[in-house]
Each structure stands twice: as C-alpha cells, then as structure tokens.
C-alpha cells in the first residue's frame, strides 16, 4: 500500500467527525434535528398540497358527472318515445288526400298532427333535435348508411333517401339516422 491510500483509510469521512462533534457540541445537534424537522415539515406540505388538488380534482369531477346526468337523465325514455314519434309521423302520412278533406275524418287528422306539434315542442324543451340528412354528405357520426343507390344526379357519399330520422340529445348522438347514399351509377 502507498502512503496515499493508508493515509486515506486511516482519514475519518465527513459524516463521522459530525457524529463525534455533535456529542460534544448539543448546538450541532440542535441544529441537525431543526434541518429534520424542516425537511419532515416540506413532506407535510407537500402531501397536503397533492390532497388538496386530488380532493379538487375529485369535486370537479363529481360536478361534471352530476351535471351530465341532469343533462342526459331523459336520454333512456328519449330512445324509447322516437319510436312513437316515428309511428305517429307514419300513421300521419299514411293518410291519403281524399281522407284528409273528408269532414268524418278531418278532426282525427287535425288532432294527430297537433299531437305531433306537441311532440315535437316537447323534444325541443328537452334538447332533442331531429337531424337533418337528405341532401348532405354522410356523417358516420350521425348517419347510419343501410344501402347505396346508383344516381347520376347525386355525388357518391350523399344522402339521397332517409329511411328512419336520427335525433340528438344536445350535444350527444340519441339515435342515428338510417340513410340511403349515392353511389357512382354503373
């Protein structure tokens, strides 16, 4: 061994003239147990911080999901009356012209089409809108393609024949619309 490398095993480490100091000196470890309480205190403040911003991050959240349920609490019974909706608008239709002047049958008409205002009012009360199909291109998000139908008139990818209305519920897909689109005739 060189008198480097015996001089440097026989040298105490920092850590070890600290440990003998501090038992002759009680300011040393007064001040080394302030430094582990300070460093315990910033633990603290810092799991507090981080509780607080999940405890908030949790309450937004609860907020949000609260809200949407408000919002979207119709969207079952929603689905479920388009079909009405749906039977109504064909019984309407089904109706032929000479019917429709009859005296007999012109309150029953009457009132079905003011049952079909009605609704269509109440829809509209509660955000839900029919969406508007023939004519536009097909929107996977909110048209459903059933069959494609050679046109010379139409680009390929427009709407040419809606089959069943699609509605929204605000800002969310209630039920696609079921749409016939224009292909390329042969």
Known sequence: MTEDEKTQDAAPTAEEVRNETAQDAPEVAAHDRVAELEAELAE???ATLYARAEAQNLLRRAQKEAEDARTYAATG???DIL???DNLTRALSAIPDDLRADDK???LVTGLEATG???DSVFARHG???ISALGETLDPNRHQAMMEVPSTDAEPGTIVQEIQSGY???DRLLRPALV????KAE
Do not use: D, H, P, Q
Request: proline share 0%; net charge positive; charged share 30%.
């Open 180 to 183: 016939g689109v224009a292909k």
């Open 44 to 46: 603290a403040k810092s």
């Open 168 to 170: 929204m519920i605000r």
């Open 83 to 85: 079909s009405v909706a």
């Open 77 to 79: 019974f929603a689905r």
């Open 128 to 130: 839900i809108s029919k």
């Open 117 to 119: 205002r009605e609704l």
């Open 105 to 107: 049958m012109k309150g």
